[in-house]
């Protein structure tokens, strides 16, 4: 990766290219699976563990007067439970680092950890530890850790493979569109942005079924979707016909005359899953394209009906 | 532990309060060392591990005008590496989500991911991941990962158990209360500050010679080794001329007109260990008191030369 200019900013480089510049400088060699996946995998005497971090920040990620404190700690522990699924594990802990400002009630900061607790008891996973400092924003840092039998990567899809889908896909970005404009419903949509409900059947079952790539869609789907077919060098076609549109991203296009299709393809907050499969889907999973050799001069990537989708593929920090 | 008030505010209750209370919400069934301890012990198919979270937050644990993007980096990963050696472990692994301002400089962000690797590889552990976010304040939250041969925890400190530190003690007090006042030396102190020395060998030395509870000094000695002797039922004597007082503490408490003392007994930010040992303390190792049992009456807690020390005995968030 090219330096940045001297004096460019985050701001600048994008989300993306600074992650890519970090992990440029650290070393990773005794690692099974390093950064740059939804978990990392870390080898420790007797066996190997799934592990994965999140920062979730107010005003970026949740805001206080669209979500209930319980809401927050749901969402929070959803959205790193979802990494280890998306690696086809399973979580077994928590831990979790909050950042308060003084002037928060206790009350608030319990009814997070109630939260935090009901979406890990959902999946049988405990809180392990963590830690309470003062901060000017709440601040929410989990990190969850699992296993996994099979450990599904990103880098290992390949031309023939299907890719499909699981869970939800465009209700939380309907949702955040809503709540956006003022409107607080439709109901299913603005509930899926506050609290999302992943899958967590989903990643085991797919490494089960022989997923050969796999990610869950936390940015929008055409974003995260992008990260498996540039690390596994292929063209992922997706057919815009196979997907089913829910009706509350129906209801929500029509309000504000954008096209449904949009949040099902650039919408995050979801935690749905996309994989690659070299043969056969599991039941609850849904086709909706195939991966493919990119043709000579073809960048790796992800098109739509066979065209370069116009438009924002997902969310970026910083951008 | 009583609810608080309804309408209290975390500044209300402060930092010990509020973590005894959400720890109360929390279900811990499974785990072999919950939250409460330097690092909970997690059991995976295979083995057991270590696993520890903290938040530094600018302003609060760092400041950008006092230290470099490296030593912010260094500290971060030493603060968490410190909280697997006070479990008597060896760290393997460290996540690290930051929250960076958008104006940050690329430059600055990748001399902490440096800083970050560069403590990791001195105790031979690797950055696995992690995430990067906007955030108003920069945000460091780091979780490290390890394993231990015998885990040394904070509550099977006995009555007739040595009590011994290993590391320094009041050095980055001393430099911190130095750059308060517009100070840049002595020297020592300050670099103390900013990048600080745990003794990472003495951990899982004092694990093998059979420690009975061991921390590492945070917050402060008086502080940190009041959770052991609570934890453990225990009253703790310190013996004030059994501490050695490095010539830089002297200085800077010469220079202030106040006790060097209160440096080695309440300055955090060094990441000693203090560890308590039924039979002989191992080399590397300074006797600074014994434990005995509570008389009847007396709650279980720290006294300095048989008297309850005047004054705070380490930092408290929120406080």
Redesign the interface.
Known sequence: MNP?P????????G?FA??G??RE???????IV????D??E????????L???????E???FRRDWSSADDIGRKAAAANLSDINAMGGSA??L?????????????W??QL??G??AEC?AVGA????????????V?V?V?A???AERTVRRDAGAAGDVVAVAGDLGLAGAGFAALSRGFRSPRAAVDAHRVPHPPYEAGPQAAAAGASAMIDVSDGLLADLDHIARASGVVIDLESTLFEIPEPVSTVADALGSDPLTFILTGGDDYGLVALFPSGIPDGWTRVGAARHPSIGEDAGVLVDGMAFEGSPGHQ??R
């Open positions: 940045p001297t004096g460019a900013t985050v701001a600048d480089v989300e600074l992650i510049l970090i400088r650290l070393g990773t060699s005794g690692l390093g950064p740059g996946d978990a990392a870390i080898a420790e005497p007797g066996g190997s563990f592990i994965s971090s999140d920062l979730l920040v005003g970026r990620h077994s802990a831990t979790v680092s909050l950042g308060i400002p003084g002037d928060t009630e206790v009350a900061v319990l950890a109630d935090l607790a008891s405990e809180i392990a530890g963590g830690d309470v400092t003062a901060a000017d924003q601040i840092a990190t850790v699992g296993s920090h910083f």
